[in-house]
């Protein structure tokens, strides 16, 4: 078969987990016409999908619990806070993207903000990313036998996000399957992944699996404590059909700024050689990862977006969400997990 689904396939149970770092309200249930399945059956039905193309709309909620973003200053110096503050607002604000598919290689999401759009676009070994808001533009070639050195364009998909749970697994979750449900007018089962353990902030995962497809049309994650899903990604509209070639065309707009980029050419800066080396304590969903001394840089604890998300505590700063932990310690250690940040200040203390 040629999904990576295929490994969480074992011969007798299905128990599966998902390690940490991996980092979705979900519709009322309908009444799905859908014959009765196993756990295993339903990850036997992703494993054997050969939907390659397709088209929708995927919508993205979240209630991590975090502050509100500040607002950053364009002025000298703050153009690190500026680029910190648009990733998170991406990963952890509600948004709104069109989403086009047509096999490994042609890719396309239009993320569509208030009176703005941000792309990323594969088309072959073309990869843009435009951002409207200031005309930016930036292009990549991919390399040949290029190993993942390519941006994903249908990373927000919740067939991306659902591969993301399952890629490592453990016996440290429980499979079963909730009610059938109902996404967009298509029957699916819910496939729904429980930790074995109290010691996670993850209540529980939740994946729409398209009845017909094998697709996931909804990825809902749910936080210990807290009775709003954590996080939600789901089809709003879904079409197998293979989307238009036109879609994947891109042009830069006139006056737009081009900037050029390498992916993966293969050589190993000093720099990069030079990063420190995680190591992570634990296993499954209360996996501790951690980085030593001094990987904290200067310019990252002196910013004010540092100072805005993360909150003083014995030893450091923390930043608390309903889903996820990071600690950095006042020499300079991180520390992050799908853990409170107690079990963070223990692993330091260790």
Excluded: C
Aim: no cysteine; glycine share 8%; net charge neutral.
């Amino acid at each position: 078969m040629k999904h990576p689904w295929v490994r969480w396939l074992p011969a007798a149970v299905v128990p599966v987990a998902i390690a940490a770092g991996a980092i979705i309200a979900p519709l009322a249930a309908g009444a799905a016409d859908l014959p009765s399945k196993t756990p295993d059956d339903v990850l036997r039905l992703m494993a054997a999908s050969e939907t390659r193309s397709f088209s929708g709309t995927v919508e993205q909620t979240s209630h991590l619990g975090l502050p509100t973003l500040p607002s950053v200053s364009s002025g000298p110096g703050s153009s690190s806070d500026q680029s910190a503050a648009s990733t998170l607002e991406l990963l952890t604000a509600d948004h709104t993207a069109k989403v086009y598919v047509d096999g490994p290689t042609r890719m396309r999401v239009q993320v569509l903000d208030q009176l703005a759009e941000r792309d990323v676009i594969r088309n072959g070994t073309d990869v843009w990313l435009y951002q409207s808001k200031g005309e930016q533009v930036t292009h990549a070639t991919v390399p040949a036998r290029a190993t993942g050195s390519a941006p994903d364009a249908a990373a927000t998909t919740p067939s991306a996000l659902a591969q993301r749970f399952l890629t490592a697994v453990s016996p440290s979750t429980s499979v079963t399957l909730g009610a059938n449900t109902s996404v967009v007018g298509r029957d699916a089962y819910d496939l729904v992944l429980t930790p074995r353990t109290d010691a996670t902030l993850v209540r529980s995962v939740s994946i729409a699996v398209d009845g017909t497809t094998g697709l996931p049309l909804r990825v809902t994650i749910d936080a210990r404590g807290q009775s709003t899903p954590a996080f939600t990604a789901e089809f709003t509209s879904f079409s197998p059909s293979a989307p238009s070639a036109s879609v994947f065309a891109f042009t830069p707009p006139p006056g737009a700024k081009v900037t050029e980029q390498s992916l993966g050419g293969g050589h190993k800066t000093h720099a990069a050689t030079a990063h420190p080396k995680p190591s992570v304590s634990g296993t499954g969903w209360d996996a501790v990862v951690s980085l030593p001394a001094g990987s904290a840089p200067a310019s990252l604890t002196s910013s004010p977006l540092y100072g805005e998300l993360t909150t003083p505590v014995d030893g450091g700063r923390a930043l608390s969400t309903a889903l996820v932990s990071v600690l950095v310690t006042d020499d300079g250690r991180v520390f992050a997990g799908a853990v409170p940040v107690q079990t963070l200040q223990a692993a330091a203390a260790r």
